[in-house]
């Protein structure tokens, strides 16, 4: 089991960044990353990276959006920046471990007022 503890969520006007964390309770991960999760929209990826330091972007948040991690591994961080009332939604965690099993953490509301 790996359990995810999210933080870093909130309220924020348009064009205001927020950073979220995700800590880990294994250091060790294949990917990990964010989803979110609109009112009435399917969940989707944000952003997620590799223990090799590989990252992988929704396109709508290239250039606004960082995901970066610890040197230990355990905490993975989202930056965002310039944020637009369409991130609105609830921010998952994400978390992949050898073998394929998936985690995920409770969820961090992050509302954009216009």
């Known amino acids: 089991q790996v359990q995810l503890v999210e933080s870093g969520g909130g309220l924020v006007q348009a064009g205001g960044s927020l950073r979220l964390s995700c800590a880990a309770s294994?250091?060790?991960?294949?990917?990990m990353g964010w989803y979110r999760q609109a009112p009435g929209k399917q969940r989707e990826l944000v952003a997620t990276?590799?223990?090799?330091?590989?990252?992988n972007y929704l396109d709508s948040v290239k250039g606004r959006f960082t995901i970066s991690r610890d040197n230990a591994g355990r905490t993975v961080y989202l930056q965002m920046n310039s944020l637009k009332p369409e991130d609105t939604a609830v921010y998952y965690c994400y978390n992949r471990q050898p073998g394929s099993r998936e985690y995920w953490g409770q969820g961090t509301q992050v509302t954009v007022s216009s």
């Open positions: 990276i590799s223990m090799g330091d590989r990252t």
């Open positions: 294994r250091s060790i991960f294949i990917t």
